[in-house]
Nanobody, 123 residues
Framework: VQLVESGGGLVQAGDSLRLSCAVSGRTFNNVGWFRQAPGKEREFVGAISRSTGRTAYADNVKGRFTISGDNAKNTVYLQMNSLKPEDTAVYYC???????????????????WGQGTQVTVSS
């Protein structure tokens, strides 16, 4: 099982960026996005249920970030708009087989993780 993130980079505040998470080897019920800034714990950003397409987001990104999935490509996207300097972090995607229909938002339920991609937002 492998999850590979891509699309990170350096952008200015207010810009947009789209991250991709390519999954191979298995098909997860849920794919989540998390991020970790220096000196901070890894935090939940958002997640999508493969079967229902339903999504959930952390309050601090709601309305700015959107998760979508392409089941044919087994790829999940994180569209990030109106980026802020506080969005700077390493972004990880993760997969879980927990819950076929509900969106899983708890970090501990995600077992498989990608290597992360750096997003830096300058002011």
């Amino acid at each position: 099982v492998q999850l590979v993130e891509s699309g990170g980079g350096l952008v200015q505040a207010g810009d947009s960026l789209r991250l991709s998470c390519a999954v191979s080897g298995r098909t997860f019920n849920n794919v989540g996005w998390f991020r970790q800034a220096p000196g901070k714990e890894r935090e939940f950003v958002g997640a999508i249920s493969r079967s229902t397409g339903r999504t959930a987001y952390a309050d601090n990104v709601k309305g700015r970030f959107t998760i979508s999935g392409d089941n044919a490509k087994n790829t999940v996207y994180l569209q990030m708009n109106s980026l802020k300097p506080e969005d700077t972090a390493v972004y990880y995607c993760a997969g879980t087989f927990a819950s076929f229909s509900e969106v899983v938002t708890t970090r501990d339920q995600y077992v498989y993780w990608g290597q992360g991609t750096q997003v830096t937002v300058s002011s």
